[in-house]
């Protein structure tokens, strides 16, 4: 019969296991890719200006935002926001459009339109995209919050994190609504930003951070008791 000391290390050690197994599982279960518009066409200095983030959804749709950091312009006015915003995809689906949906969350007046080949005109210097969406005056917003889902299936964030086929840009997209003055001395209230394709390191969420300390510790109580024994 195994004493109580053999029983209390194989319950720690089999704490340990069970917690890297589910934090394994979190993993693999969703994507999030971030990124940041860290480029302008007009020469203001500092940013990043706005986030974007991609990620892998419930019922296979992919969920992205686009979301402006009024920290990054000397000042906002009442009009602040996005005006357009354009990105590619890589899903392999020949029918793509036939299949495939936006769902806009927030605005939900928004609209899309989707080109194969990127034959929409470029934004700036950042390269021709394939999908656009954009929004009138009165819809833009200090945040862009909308679904992809296909009828063909499941679909991921990876596949809209595709490089402008002519740049290395990944998304681009029209702020408007700021004063803010370039290196040039100029100010400017509207500008193309783009992101650089670079993702932003991720940072892990609360639970995930808790559960992988829970099975360190565990792991390290086990390790301490069997110096001990």
């Not at 950091?69 to 036939?98: C, K, V």
């Not at 609209?111 to 950042?126: A, I, K, N």
């Not at 964030?157 to 609504?177: D, H, K, L, R």
Request: hydrophobic share 35%; proline share 6%.
């Amino acid at each position: 019969m195994p004493s109580k000391k053999e029983i209390s290390m194989k319950l720690y050690f089999s704490c340990a296991i069970a917690a890297m197994a589910s934090l394994a599982t979190l993993e693999a279960r969703a994507t999030t890719l971030t990124y940041n518009f860290d480029q302008n066409n007009s020469r203001l200095m500092g940013g990043p200006w706005a986030n974007i983030t991609l990620e892998d959804a419930k019922d296979g749709k992919v969920h992205i935002t686009v979301d402006q950091l009024r920290a990054g312009y000397d000042s906002t006015g009442p009009n602040f926001g996005l005006q357009d915003f354009s990105f590619n995809e890589n899903t392999g689906d020949p029918d793509f459009l036939t299949h495939v949906s936006l769902e806009f969350f927030y605005p939900n007046t928004w609209t899309y339109r989707y080109s194969p080949g990127s034959e929409f005109g470029g934004t700036g210097p950042y390269g021709k995209f394939e999908l656009l969406t954009s929004g009138s005056g009165k819809d833009w917003a200090s945040y862009l919050d909308f679904y992809l889902s296909s009828s063909a299936g499941p679909l991921s964030a990876g596949a809209f994190a595709v490089t402008s086929p002519n740049t290395e840009y990944m998304f681009a997209g029209q702020i408007g609504g700021f004063s803010d003055v370039g290196a040039d001395g100029k100010t400017y209230r509207s500008a193309q930003f783009a992101s650089s394709g670079r993702p932003v390191p991720p940072v892990p969420e609360p639970g995930t951070v808790a559960l992988l300390g829970t099975g360190c510790f565990a792991l390290a109580v086990y390790a301490k008791r069997r110096k001990a024994a």
